[in-house]
Nanobody, 116 residues
Framework: QVQLVESGGGLVQSGRSLRLSCAASGSISSINRMGWYRQAPDKERELVALIFSSGATHYADSVKGRFTISRDNTKNTLYLQMNSLKPEDTAVYYC??????????WGQGTQVTVSS
């Protein structure tokens, strides 16, 4: 089992930056992929960014060049650095992990609100 706890959300003005963190615990060694998803009101949850065990990353087109996903294995923590935020980035952001047994884990979510 893997537990994920997000932090770092909040209210920020358009154009500013915010960094989200996701602390992982439990069977950390079984994780082979982690990522961030988001869900805006009345919209489906969507992928924001992924990072694989190899270090390779993948981003949604809407955040490319503005968001950076990274991890600190010494702290078992995943990050999402969000720059040049836009009102359309407003959503609940969820941390996600997949393990080698194809099991999926989700955090509880953290709200990000970008004011215009």
């Amino acid at each position: 089992q893997v537990q994920l706890v997000e932090s770092g959300g909040g209210l920020v003005q358009s154009g500013r930056s915010l960094r989200l963190s996701c602390a992982a615990s439990g069977s950390i060694s079984s994780i082979n992929r982690m990522g961030w998803y988001r869900q805006a009101p009345d919209k489906e949850r969507e992928l924001v960014a992924l990072i694989f065990s190899s270090g390779a990353t993948h981003y949604a087109d809407s955040v490319k060049g503005r968001f950076t996903i990274s991890r600190d294995n010494t702290k078992n923590t995943l990050y999402l650095q969000m720059n040049s935020l836009k009102p359309e980035d407003t959503a609940v952001y969820y941390c996600h992990a997949n393990d080698r047994y194809s099991r999926a884990y989700w955090g509880q979510g953290t709200q990000v609100t970008v004011s215009s």
